[in-house]
């Protein structure tokens, strides 16, 4: 009968639209079985979801004690490490309404970079794990609290019992602690646990809200984390996504019903907070966190020690294992989603025979996800031999622009390249109040969010990233490369017959990289009339910004012309045209490039 209600709830719609610590709870309140599975273990201590509920009511009563609340308008700054506290905090924060952004915790050692977070965010409250809370760094913090308008800096305990503890980090946070009660404004996490017990809960807004939520992209932008608002619907829509994808997937159709999982990265991203947290929860699954996640130095152990039956990872763990091949029983291990970047045929077939070499049915399911869409938007299903990012997950919806064209079409269009535009419900809207971090394009009277990726769709729908493409030649960092103006101001050097610069996109990196293909007028010497040409440009005549410079050099015997006489940039984009490569290194002095050095380089370096 619960279910049955659960199940109403989640037609109509009523089921996403609340908050995300209400969405979980009555996802696994329906009978008492689901409430005494286990639902968290670190290491050394087990949480049921009966049990990690309370903690939130804990964790709850005494932040509002505090008055770190949705009615005090509170927007807080969660710095933690991968343990059931910085879980308990963050759920507890969104029940009394709080706005929490979770922070990588490297940023907060750049006093610059925090300060600038602090200000863009409106932060009005920091919680920070004890491990990161060096005495120096709070120190600065609280004597300049008024300044940065922080109301309160609490001290989260993140003890790191147990076989998996990192004993250096375990000195290293009690040391922060005592030393910190030693500072004058602090309030540690513990005592407020004590003195607040059993108060009265200030319970935010039933219904979900705008920037509930902000996590943070990956890579920086000027060097900070791009914040991405998002709402509790959208964290809650995505499991609902999860919840359907495990219906009709058929990867999916053979899992257990009890699934243990494993937080591998920081909470701070997309794809730790969204995919392997929320949504895990979401489905009942049992969640294992050790300190700093897949950085442990037994994070292979615990795969094999806790039966880790869904394993989501990266290019950059994975990577890992397949040069170090631990010597481990995976036979448990059924799904193995990969995400985060882009990962080749041969790397998957290689990876695959490793997980079947130590007993386990799984092989990589890779796919396609933005920070933006609330994390993986498309699936490719692991029986895929080719570099396919796979179909749409539910809830989702694409857009292909044709730039020829100037016109969107759908994907049941049929097999055509152009960008790729999404929506979902999933998707944040780019705004925290009355500030735009990034802005969404309107197709069709719908608001969608363009990827700047170059999209071919299969023939049989499915959708594979061939590269980046943005109307300026525009990389992730922002930064935009004038190729007309490069073109011109090269091509006019004494020796160069023509040139062309176009992005070539690096899919390890998944960003553009500029290669500029130069044609010379012949000579002994052309390496020397490229280099001189680049060093008139950018050095002498100062006409370029030299972040304009080019990361590689293309020496070709002729530059494509197209039918008007115009350099032909897709074929050069395509790879049709080859030459010798070189890299370009300018040489800086006081922050001004003084020279610039051409150096051999292979093919796609």
Known sequence: EQLAKVQKRLDSGELTDQKCWSFIRELNSYCAERLDRIAVRDGYRTYTYRQMFRYWEKYAEAFSGVHITGRNHSRVGLIGVQQTETIFAFYALNMTGASVSLIYHLDLYDEKRIRTMIEREKITDLVISEVYAFPKVMKGLLRDRELLGLRNIIVLESPMGGEYAIPPLEMVRKLNTSMFRELDGGLVMEDLLKEYEAAPISYGNAKSSDGSIILHTTGTVSGIHKPVPMSDLALNSFVISALEAKDTYEDFKHVPDHLVSFLALPLSWVYAMVDMLHTAFGLGMEVVCLPFGATNPRYADAIENYGISILFTSMGILDTWNKMMPDVDLSKVKVVFMGGTYVSPEFKKSFNEYLRSHGSSARIINGYGMSELGGACTLASSDRDDDAIGFLLPGFKAKIYSEDEKKYYD???????????????????????????????????????????????????????????????????????????????????????????????HKMIHDNVPILYVETTGGADELGTVRDALIQVFINDGKLADTNLPSQVVLVEKIPLNAGGKVDTKRLTSGAIDGRRFNVSGVKLDDRIVDILLLPAPKGE
């Open 411 to 505: 994907i049941s269009d049929g097999p055509r390249t152009g960008v790729l535009c999404l929506s979902s419900p999933t998707m944040s809207s780019g705004r925290l109040d009355d500030t735009v971090f990034f802005e969404l394009v309107k197709i069709d009277g719908e608001e969608d969010f363009n990827s700047n990726d170059l999209v071919r769709v299969n023939e049989d729908g499915s959708l594979t990233c061939i590269g980046r493409f943005n109307q300026f030649f525009v990389n992730n960092a922002g930064i935009r490369f004038d190729a007309g103006l490069i073109e011109n101001a090269v091509t006019a050097q004494p020796g160069i017959a023509a040139c062309g610069i176009v992005p070539e996109f």
